[in-house]
């Protein structure tokens, strides 16, 4: 893909921190991009009436790639989450969250390394919801062949390209008979194109205590929209933190990079916020764009500032702001 023109999202509450540090390590690290930056979310919505301004849908149109920072959800009433309306208008279905352990971030865990396949369009964030009565609402839970067979798919693409052994399909079909029986259905009829790859499916309540067990049992997971959302928080867990998990949401035409984390209003505007997942988040999109090197470069440097352990922000057990430790990645590059 031949690209250098970027849509970035600043977003709420860290998110115009965290952006600002990673433009500057892209550019520091000769990643040769040009940015189209827009303001989104709820402090835009409040001046102008809209979460994303036309000129931000435009340019995402146009690159085709966004990079984007948190965004606050009310809760409750409210707008519709401003990121599952990109991740269905874009079709944006295959979301991507690594987690691994980095050897200079202690944890009860060394041996993390799962890369999980959240799907991102259906299921309870379909956005059918209604109220019955004062008392009573519903929400409908939607679950296709379509949207099952792509992300199954990504997920053992992406096993047989990175080397990976064994594919995961985490559902509460016990329950869910027809719903997540469907996307368990998909799943071990696509695992047949893939011989090579083990195949297994286990019930989403039960992963959730295998994962705090035994993390080094699983290698790609693949999942429905709303137990990858919870479990990926988890895997966030065991490697230190949110802080630490990128991802991508990638669909055919457009692709876009987030951190898994939110914009953290609890700690806003105070400096102390960890660039990690979102700059990794941005590795990522580098990746995608072809520019590998400068990807690893970045990797290099964040691995070496996380091993001297000297600066680190708070989340991570230090006492560096955002800055400090943005500077020392740039002084590493
Ligand atoms: P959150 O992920 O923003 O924060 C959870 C906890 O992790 C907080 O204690 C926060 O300080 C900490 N944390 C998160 N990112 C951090 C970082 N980079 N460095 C250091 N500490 C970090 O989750 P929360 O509080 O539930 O949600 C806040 C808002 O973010 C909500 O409005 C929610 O809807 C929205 N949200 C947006 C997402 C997005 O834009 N992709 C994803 C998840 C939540």
Redesign the pocket.
């Known amino acids: 893909m031949e690209t250098n023109t970027i849509t970035v999202f600043k ?4 998110g115009p921190e ?1 952006t600002d540090a990673v433009l500057a390590i892209l550019d520091a690290a000769g990643a040769d991009l040009d940015y189209e930056i827009f303001r989104v979310g709820a402090a835009e919505y409040e001046e102008n009436g809209a979460l994303i301004p036309e000129e931000g849908f435009a340019s995402f149109e146009k690159t085709h790639v966004l990079l ?8 409750g009433t409210g707008f519709r ?3 599952v309306t990109l991740r269905k208008k874009y079709d944006l279905y295959a979301n991507m969250r690594p987690a691994k352990s980095n050897a200079a971030v202690k944890t009860p865990f060394e041996r993390v390394d799962i890369v999980m396949f959240r799907e991102n369009t259906e299921d309870l964030y379909a956005g059918v919801e209604e109220k019955i009565d004062e008392n009573t609402a519903h929400s409908i839970k939607i679950i296709t062949r379509k949207c099952s067979e792509r992300i199954v798919r990504s997920a053992f693409d992406y096993a047989v390209k990175n080397k990976r052994k064994k594919v995961t399909c985490v559902h509460k079909a016990n329950i869910m008979k027809l719903s997540d029986g469907l996307f368990r259905d998909v799943f071990y009829e696509i695992s047949r194109e893939y011989p090579g790859i083990e195949a297994e499916d286990k019930i989403v309540d039960n992963v959730a205590m295998q994962l705090v067990m035994h993390p080094e049992t699983f290698d790609v997971i693949v999942t429905e929209n709303l137990y990858g959302d919870i479990l990926s928080d988890l895997t966030s867990g065991l490697i230190g ?3 630490l998990l990128p991802s991508s949401n990638m669909g055919t035409d457009f692709a876009m990079f ?10 806003a505007g105070k400096g ?7 700059l990794w988040s941005a590795c990522m999109m580098l990746e995608h764009l072809g520019k590998q090197e400068i990807s690893a470069k970045i990797r290099r440097a964040v691995d070496e500032v996380l091993k001297d352990g000297t600066i680190l ?3 991570l057990g230090g006492c560096a702001g955002t800055e400090a430790y943005t500077k020392a990645i740039i002084e590493r590059l």
């Open positions: 977003g709420d509450g860290i965290i984007k920072s948190p965004i606050t959800t009310p809760l989450s401003l990121n933190g949110l802080g987030e951190a898994v984390h939110g914009s953290a209003p609890d700690i102390i916020a960890n660039p990690t997942a979102f922000t708070p989340d």
